[in-house]
Nanobody, 120 residues
């Protein structure tokens, strides 16, 4: 499957903001959810935020009061507004789209990752 395309990463100071965006090369049918994961050096990949087709959102405890995820189902796009960034938010952020391909199986689409660095 084709990769998702991410943008918006960069270097920001603590307390700053970034907005990540992710788009599929074309509309993906039967998406059940889209979200963002991140992986810091020496750490495992972790879920940051997820949004279902119906708009239900889920956040990790570390970001739930600071980040906001949004989605455009028709365009198969997702955004992550990140406010009050902390150094511990530094990681490579990966966009994810989950597609229902059968009643018992989902297929994951991934982006190549965009680096977010929070530092003075």
């Amino acid at each position: 499957q084709e990769q998702l395309v991410e943008s918006g990463g960069g270097l920001v100071q603590p307390g700053g903001s970034l907005r990540l965006s992710c788009a599929a090369p074309r509309r993906i049918f039967d998406l059940t959810a889209m979200g963002w994961y991140r992986q810091a050096p020496g750490e495992q990949r972790e879920l940051v935020a997820r949004i279902s087709r119906g708009g239900y959102t889920e956040y990790s405890d570390a970001v739930k009061d600071r980040f906001t995820i949004s989605r455009d189902n028709a365009k198969s796009t997702v955004h992550l507004q990140m406010n009050s960034l902390k150094p511990e938010d530094t990681a490579i952020y990966y966009c994810n789209a989950r597609q229902r391909v059968s009643p018992d199986s989902d297929e994951d689409w991934w982006g190549q990752g965009t680096l977010v660095t929070v530092s003075l």
